[in-house]
């Protein structure tokens, strides 16, 4: 069974562009979380969806980030336009909980991003 | 928020030597994590343990919820253990998101 796919692996793009970073999480599974990490901040959550639905985007740094769920199979997570300090890996993970019963989640490989 | 503290942040084994890393939690929780972050940076769960014990191979977990905390034993350490382990919460008012720790960063010596 295939886990939670990311692509693109590596991203490298200059200051200014627009990036979008997808997610297919794992079947069935009805939460998807985007996450980032930093040498400065480690992981922390960007936005939480359950059931394609936004439920906690705090973490989303400014309006330069934005995150769509169209539905159940796909998630993107765009950055425009970008800047050096977005540089991070970009995780994605899913889990069959919900808001109120927690599970186990499950991460993707990652996406490297690289603002120049 | 929740805060998560993890130690020792550095370790550095022999070969076949045994260890536990400790993770301590600042509220209650519905949700502990272990996850194991590989040198291709890849984050490999390795248990769900929000209360108790369980066990995997050469490792195994215990998870004392009402003194919050949480401990990961690794025997038998072999080189493929390196990298960082880093424990994970969800608190009990949270929607889902998991609050990571800093890390233990792992380093298995042949």
């Known amino acids: 069974d295939a886990g939670v796919i990311q692509s693109p692996r590596h991203e490298v793009t200059e200051m200014g562009q627009e990036v979008t970073l997808r997610c297919k999480p794992i079947s069935g599974h009805n939460s998807l979380f985007w996450y980032r990490q930093t040498m400065m901040r480690g992981l922390e959550l960007l936005i939480y969806?359950?059931?394609?639905?936004?439920?906690?985007d705090s973490g989303m740094p400014e309006d330069r980030f934005s995150a769509k769920m169209p539905n159940a199979s796909f998630s993107t997570l765009k950055i425009q336009p970008s800047e050096p300090r977005d540089s991070a890996v970009y995780f994605c993970?899913?889990?069959?909980?919900?808001?109120?019963?927690?599970?186990?989640?499950?991460f993707g490989p990652g996406t490297r991003l690289t603002v120049l | 928020g929740i805060q998560v503290e993890q130690s020792p942040p550095d370790l550095i084994l022999q070969e076949g030597a045994n260890s536990t890393l400790r993770c301590n939690f600042s509220?209650?929780?519905?949700?502990l994590q272990w996850f194991h972050q590989n040198p291709w940076g890849q984050l490999i769960n390795l248990f769900y343990i929000p209360s108790g014990t369980k066990q995997n191979g050469r490792l195994s977990a215990t998870t004392v919820a009402t003194e919050r905390y949480s401990l990961l034993y690794i025997s038998s350490s072999q080189t493929t253990d390196s990298g960082v382990y880093f424990c994970?919460?969800?608190?009990?008012?949270?929607?889902?998101?998991?609050?990571f720790g800093q890390g233990t960063t792992l380093q298995v010596k042949p």
């Open positions: 993970a899913s889990s069959a909980g919900t808001s109120k019963a927690h599970v186990t989640q499950y």
């Open positions: 969806f359950n059931n394609n639905v936004p439920i906690d």
């Open positions: 509220d209650s929780v519905n949700n």
């Open positions: 994970a919460v969800t608190g009990s008012s949270n929607t889902g998101k998991l609050i």
